[in-house]
């Protein structure tokens, strides 16, 4: 999955990696059974609930461009999984992700996994929720990644953080 919608996007939201699916059909969270979508509209940020397993329709592209939305990942390469990344690809990861957010200035970030935060910029005590330290000069949120195998969130939890998340940065209008 490609980079999608960083030119003037106000909410950049950034995966670990993208999936083996989501490669192949080039949108972000396209694995059935990931929590993102259903997470993303339950906190009100889509109007409707986005089905990315056979790629991002039209319609969809024009709504998350509509809603401020951009998306990329921390680390570019595809895998069957993150345990496949080397601590090396989330700190090259980091900088690039840094050097995004400066050239492309969204409002806020919000990035879907404490891990893979921790790791990429080397804050191993990160929490999840907004960061002290901007990444690139632009707000940081880091909310729990939706993945099946983050088996203690729910949809209902991940919608909490994503929409305390949304609320600050509609507060920035």
């Not at 339950?42 to 397993?53: H, P, Y």
């Not at 806020?108 to 191993?124: D, E, K, L, N, Q």
Request: net charge negative; proline share 6%; hydrophobic share 40%.
């Amino acid at each position: 999955m490609h980079d999608r919608n960083l030119a003037g996007c106000r909410l950049l939201i950034v995966g670990i990696n993208p999936g083996l699916l989501s490669e192949q059909v080039d949108a972000p969270f396209a694995r059935p059974g990931n929590r993102f979508w259903p997470a993303l509209h339950a906190a009100g940020i889509t109007e409707w609930l986005v089905d990315a397993r056979h790629g991002l329709a039209t319609e969809d592209e024009a709504m998350l461009n509509r809603r401020g939305l951009g998306f990329t990942n921390i680390v570019p390469r595809a895998t069957a999984g993150a345990a496949e990344l080397s601590r090396e690809e989330y700190r090259a990861g980091g900088a690039e992700l840094a050097e995004k957010a400066a050239r492309f200035r969204p409002e806020v970030i919000m990035i879907a996994g404490i891990g893979a935060y921790r790791t990429a910029f080397s804050h191993p005590k990160a929490k999840v929720g907004l960061q002290e330290e901007p990444i690139g000069g632009v707000e940081t949120w880091v909310v729990p990644n939706p993945s099946g195998l983050n088996a203690h969130e729910t949809v209902d939890s991940l919608a909490r953080s994503y929409a305390e998340v949304w609320a600050r940065l509609e507060e920035k209008q």
